[in-house]
Structure formats: structure tokens, C-alpha cells
Nanobody, 121 residues
Framework: VQLQASGGGLVQAGGSLRLSCAAS????????MGWFRQAPGKQREFVAV????????YYADSVKGRFTISRDKAKNTVYLQMNSLKPEDTAVYYC???????????????WGQGTQVTVSS
């Protein structure tokens, strides 16, 4: 199983980025796809999760209303649209796949390599 995250970069505060996570190697129909982030010196934290089949979503309070998670079944890809970015959103962003709808990183079985998002003030 492989998860390939991409789309990170440097953006000014108030700007937007769209992250992509391309999944391969298995069927994800029963899985949940999550985005997490980790800033320097901090623990990895939950950002958003989507049910691959249901499309149900859940967000961390810190990103609710600014970020949108979605998936394209035909492309086996999950997206994280990030709008109104703030300097505190700066982190390495990881996509992950797991069998349950969870905010806990340890509940996820597969992880992408991470993509850096830097928001300048």
C-alpha cells in the first residue's frame, strides 16, 4: 500500500493550497482517509477525516470552515483544500488510511511521506 502526498508549498497568510493524497495498492472502500499535521517540536495532530465509501467528514475545530476534505474515487485520491491559511497552519501534512473514523494517529495503518506547508505572515 502506498500513499503519496503532494501539493505543499509556501503561501502568504490568507492564501490557499490544495493537498493531494494518491492511494494505491489496495481497495480503500472500507477505509477512512485522514489528514494530520506536525509542526516542529509538536505532536502530530488531527486535521480532517473522510469515509471513503460514505463521504462523511469530520474536522478539527482549528480548521473547521477553512479546510475541506474530499475524495475522488475514480482517481483513488483524497484532497485537502485549505483556504484562509494562517501562520499557525505551518506544518508537515500527512495523509493516512485506517479502518475506523478516528482522530487518533495510532488508529491509522498506512501513512504518506508528508508534504511541507509554510504560511508566511
Amino acid at each position: 500500500v502506498q500513499l503519496q502526498a503532494s501539493g505543499g508549498g509556501l503561501v502568504q497568510a490568507g492564501g490557499s493550497l490544495r493537498l493531494s493524497c494518491a492511494a494505491s495498492g489496495r481497495t480503500f472502500s472500507s477505509y477512512f482517509m485522514g489528514w494530520f499535521r506536525q509542526a516542529p517540536g509538536k505532536q502530530r495532530e488531527f486535521v480532517a477525516v473522510i469515509g471513503w465509501s460514505s463521504g462523511n467528514t469530520y474536522y478539527a475545530d482549528s480548521v473547521k470552515g477553512r479546510f475541506t476534505i474530499s475524495r475522488d474515487k475514480a482517481k483513488n485520491t483524497v484532497y485537502l483544500q485549505m483556504n484562509s491559511l494562517k501562520p499557525e497552519d505551518t506544518a508537515v501534512y500527512y495523509c493516512a488510511a485506517g479502518p475506523s473514523f478516528s482522530r487518533t494517529p495510532t488508529r491509522y495503518d498506512y501513512w504518506g511521506q508528508g508534504t511541507q506547508v509554510t504560511v508566511s505572515s
